[in-house]
């Protein structure tokens, strides 16, 4: 075979895993967005609606009144695909910084473990900018079993204050939630396990 036949069959390779990994996603909800929250059946326990990253809407967890070490919910419906593995993504801008915890809920279970899991939680910040300059986003999977055969799903995301791991008791292992989280941008559900971003 000659070279050129080879090369042309590996970019085939290439970019069809591309293409076939890029698939579409099933929904898409912009926090801060009036209209995208609406026809996602959002509501919110202290939130704040933002203006962030290049002049994007996000939505901030507060601390409840009285610092718990639970702070701000987000729940909200979307769209999935009932047969296959789904997954949830969030946006995030590199340029905010926090030390909260974000996990994950699916029809009202916890998706992902506070520490040491194979599933990770949503978020845990250290108090510095990972990224600035730019968006990042993170992926987890759905657990199949609460979405076989549904083509909607009931969301949450929930901010828990900072944890150390080392500590030995809960108070010092689950620290209160004092100060507002970073901004949670948008929401994706999709099954590729490779999230591609949709075209603007």
Known sequence: MK??????????????????????????????????E?????????????????????????PKD???????????????????????????????ADKCMMLLFCEGKQVGYRHLGDIDFLWEGNGKAPLPGRYFYNTLPIPFSLTKGKNEINLQIRAYGEVWGYGDTFEKYQHKLEKPTRGIFNAYTHTATCFVPDKK
């Open 66 to 96: 009285s610092a718990t070490f639970e702070g701000g919910t987000l729940a909200f419906r979307m769209k999935i695909d009932p047969q296959k593995q789904n997954y949830f993504t969030v946006r995030f801008w590199g340029g905010d």
């Open 38 to 62: 609406q026809k996602h059946s959002f509501q919110s326990d202290h939130s704040e609606a933002k203006t962030g990253g290049l002049n994007e809407p996000n939505r901030i967890l507060l």
């Open 3 to 36: 070279f050129t036949q080879i090369a042309f069959s590996t970019l085939f390779l290439i970019s069809s895993f591309f293409l076939n990994a890029a698939t579409p996603n099933i929904d898409n909800i912009q926090f801060g967005n009036t209209q995208s």
